[in-house]
T-cell receptor, first 112, second 116 residues
């Protein structure tokens, strides 16, 4: 079975500061890794995904994530956040041919 | 590309009535569609997986007679909440993916259901 743990339920940060949203996973098989963003009362938008290859993945809106197999982590980073980045962020894993499994979400709150 | 729409975006209904929610993939053929439920401040809970032309596979604890899913074409899936009750009030989100095991799920904007 697979599981996803987002280590922080809430992350407050000031505008233009860097941010890291942490995600750890557990799986006995190879998985694909995803980060999604959800703005209030909206669906999920794909930020980035790791399927294979380079462990550093760049996504939309200036976000990037690094797959660390030994630490089973897939942390999301942005060097300088904007007010508009305020949203809920979900890390997810998917075993090949299997279901998408979500973490509990991290609420990013960017303050001026 | 990879746009998924849902209709309606919100609906209010009386207890005991049925509500149908549509999920459409606008620019790709979706072999598989997924229906999720999300409670406030919580993550997404997978309700069922539907493949075009076949019966949906429901997750444990989800009543298939209450949440009817139809995936009649490669671009349309519907979720019907039958005899809705206030506890069915929630945010329902669909997603769609293509034909390979690496295909990403693309999510719709969600439907807010309120049962009075």
């Amino acid at each position: 079975a697979q599981s996803v743990t987002q280590l922080d339920s809430q992350v407050p940060v000031f505008e233009e500061a860097p941010v890291e949203l942490r995600c750890n996973y557990s799986s006995s098989v190879s998985v694909y890794l995803f980060w999604y963003v959800q703005y209030p009362n909206q669906g999920l938008q794909l930020l980035l995904k790791y399927l294979s290859g380079s462990t550093l993945v760049k996504g939309i809106n200036g976000f990037e994530a690094e797959f660390n197999k030994s630490q089973t982590s897939f942390h999301l980073r942005k060097p300088s956040v904007h007010i508009s980045d305020t949203a809920e962020y979900f890390c997810a894993v998917q075993p090949r041919g299997g279901k998408l499994i979500f973490g509990q979400g991290t609420e990013l709150s960017v303050k001026p | 590309g990879a746009v998924v729409s849902q209709h309606p975006s919100w609906v209010i209904c009386k207890s005991g009535t049925s509500v149908k929610i549509e999920c459409r993939s606008l620019d790709f053929q979706a072999t598989t569609m997924f229906w999720y439920r999300q409670f406030p401040k919580q993550s997404l809970m997978l309700m069922a997986t539907s493949n075009e032309g076949s019966k949906a596979t429901y997750e444990q604890g989800v009543e298939k007679d209450k949440f009817l899913i139809n995936h009649a074409s490669l671009t349309l899936s519907t979720l019907t909440v039958t005899s809705a009750h206030p506890e069915d009030s929630s945010f329902y989100i669909c997603s769609a993916s293509g034909q390979t095991s690496t295909d990403t799920q693309y999510f719709g904007p969600g439907t807010r259901l309120t049962v009075l």
